[in-house]
């Protein structure tokens, strides 16, 4: 079996970086948040807007809110993040823009 060289229309391939998409994005954060000590990331959705993150849903505990904040933003491409989680008996509506 021989290979032939990729090519694109008699053209070398060319490998393209591109910026990190919303799914991209979304998906690092929550993987990181899913093997993160001190973080259930059960609770925890994640969403990208405009190269910001929210973090939406409820955890049990004010260290763990600390801690899935500084996980978002320790990836590459976050330029914000947005806090709306939860402790167990919180009623407030009001998400924390950080």
Do not use: W
């Not at 032939?4 to 060319?14: I, L, R, V």
């Not at 591109?18 to 093997?35: F, G, I, K």
């Not at 600390?66 to 407030?92: M, Q």
């Amino acid at each position: 079996m021989s290979f032939k060289p990729q090519t694109f229309h008699g053209e070398a391939a060319a490998s393209e970086q591109e910026s990190p998409t919303v799914r991209m994005l979304e998906r690092e954060v929550a993987d990181l948040l899913a093997v993160t000590d001190g973080v259930d990331a059960a609770g925890i959705s994640v969403t990208e807007v405009e190269g910001g993150i929210v973090l939406s849903g409820r955890v049990t505990s004010v260290e763990e809110i600390a801690r899935a904040e500084e996980i978002a933003r320790a990836v590459p491409g976050v330029t914000a993040v947005t806090v709306d989680l939860r402790l167990p008996g919180d009623v407030s509506e009001d998400a924390v823009d950080r």
